[in-house]
């Protein structure tokens, strides 16, 4: 479903299959109403009341932010080495309308000693989709800064028309020592740090 490739400098991802734009096509309206409902939220990185899902006022897409989504590593317990959280989401649009995700863009801050490494992963699919693939990021200590990755869909996948599907996002951190040896090293998609937050973007289709 995705295609990418991590590039240097502050851990950006860029295109392997371009399509034509970031949004929907010119051609293809935006529904003038639609409603997120959180069905399900679990995992380690996102107890319940943790994460929090806002729609953007034009409808072109959402963000996800989480308060307490940090792994570690390092003096830490081995159960933070590694945190995830899945959002079961139900998306409802107007009839005549469907939508795929097109973008995806996920951002945080990493602070990895030398020798560490940390590992940003993701996927998102309909339910009863067979299509699961999952995109990783990988980031190498000495680290300090900010990060950002974006995953673009080279063949959108569109909820089926008339039919409604709950969304399922599954996302993942991983921090592991490596040769550091007991160095805290972090990585975190906490919204404590100013601007930290998932984007989907839509991409729109009449039936």
């Known amino acids: 479903m995705l295609t990418l490739l991590t590039a240097a400098g502050l851990a950006l991802s860029t295109i392997l299959a371009p399509m034509g734009g970031d949004e929907s096509p010119a ?3 935006t529904p003038d109403k639609i409603t997120i409902n959180v069905e399900t939220v679990n995992g380690s990185g996102c107890r319940p009341g943790t994460a929090k899902v806002t729609p953007s006022p034009d409808k072109t897409s959402f963000a996800v932010t989480y308060s307490e989504y940090t792994a570690e590593a ?6 933070d080495m590694r945190k995830n959280c899945q959002l079961v989401l139900r998306i409802s649009i107007p009839q005549g309308f469907t939508y795929a995700i097109a973008r995806a863009d996920y951002g945080g801050f990493a602070r990895l000693a030398g020798g560490a490494h940390a590992l ?9 989709s067979s299509d699961n693939n999952v995109s990783s990021h990988p980031i190498d200590g000495p680290y300090s800064d900010d990060w950002h990755f ?7 996948v569109y909820a089926p028309c008339g039919a409604e599907r709950m969304l399922n996002i599954n996302t993942e951190l991983r921090v592991n020592t490596g040769s550091s040896g007991d160095a805290r090293s972090f990585m975190t998609m906490d919204s404590t740090y100013a601007g930290v937050r998932s984007n989907y973007h839509f991409q729109w289709k009449e039936c």
Do not use: K, L, M, V
Not at 74 to 79: D, K, L, R, V
Not at 150 to 156: C, L, N, Q, V
């Open 27 to 29: 051609s293809t309206p």
């Open 74 to 79: 390092g003096g830490a317990e081995p159960t």
């Open 150 to 156: 974006t995953d673009r869909a080279s063949e959108p």
């Open 120 to 128: 940003q992963q993701a996927n998102y699919y309909f339910q009863g």
